[in-house]
């Protein structure tokens, strides 16, 4: 079939097409620089530590992938009392995160009026204090 396209040509060029519909980063929502960062886990809580101490031992390595290759085989050897701390520390990390993010939750549903304000959170926070202490000074002046 000479110039004419068959079915199994039709199919190539659509699932061609349907990968060109992808997201580009410019159609990507763009991120809230408020949203609190998600915590980490009990394997990154144990690398910050690992990561001083490995570069206290090994000054001379520049190498990332060294860094995280080590940190790894030491995380695998460790028994589960050894990670226990770590665990514990990326639970109360992620409590606190829970929190912060109720919070933002909540400033989103509620503050969406208050999104276009100049006023930083502290500013805010002194008018609510203040208006808590008119009240005490009204009760003063009578």
Not at 99 to 110: D, H, P, V
């Amino acid at each position: 079939m000479k110039g004419g396209k068959s079915k199994a040509d039709s199919r190539n060029s659509e699932s061609k097409l349907a990968v060109k519909k992808r997201k580009t980063k410019k159609e990507k929502k763009a991120k809230d620089p408020n949203k609190p960062k998600r915590p980490p886990s009990a394997f990154f809580v144990f690398m910050e530590e690992f990561r001083k101490e490995y570069k206290e031992k090994h000054p001379e390595n520049k190498s990332v992938a060294a860094v995280g290759k080590a940190g790894g085989g030491e995380w695998k050897s460790l028994s589960e009392e050894e990670k226990a701390p770590y665990v514990a520390k990326a639970e109360k990390r992620k409590r606190e995160y829970d929190i912060q993010m109720k919070a933002y939750n909540k400033k989103l549903e509620g503050g969406k009026d208050e999104e276009g304000s100049d006023k930083s959170k502290s500013e805010v926070n002194d008018e609510e204090e203040e208006e808590g202490s008119e009240e005490d000074d009204d009760d003063d002046e009578e």
